[in-house]
């Protein structure tokens, strides 16, 4: 079982940054892939970013040239930093990790909440 722990979530103004971070208990090279998801009240939740474990990467479309998701193996850290936000960026923020052949097995952190004032 491995346990993911978000932080970095806060208060900011539109145009300001924030930096995620979603540190695993366990290693994540045993991970398909990761990523970061987002609900925003009275929504659905989206995907966000997502990085496999070649690095290779994809963003939702309202956030592309704004955030940057990234991975630190040796340090058993999901990165996803948000340049640029906007008020439409607010919402709880939560990291995923899946493994195992058909990516049966899937984790979740408990989330941070981002929130941008206009």
């Known amino acids: 079982q491995v346990q993911l722990a978000e932080t970095g979530g806060g208060l900011v103004q539109a145009g300001g940054s924030l930096r995620l971070s979603c540190a695993a208990s366990?290693?994540?090279?045993?991970?398909?892939?990761m990523g970061w998801y987002r609900q925003a009240p009275g929504k659905q939740r989206e995907l966000v970013a997502r990085i496999t474990s070649g690095s290779s990467t994809n963003y939702v479309d309202s956030v592309k040239g704004r955030f940057t998701i990234s991975r630190d193996d040796a340090k058993n850290t999901l990165y996803l930093q948000m340049n640029g936000l906007r008020p439409e960026d607010t919402g709880v923020y939560s990291c995923n990790a899946r493994r195992g052949r058909i990516n049966q097995f899937v984790y979740w952190g408990q989330g941070t909440q981002v929130t941008v004032s206009s």
């Open positions: 366990g290693s994540i090279l045993r991970m398909n892939d």
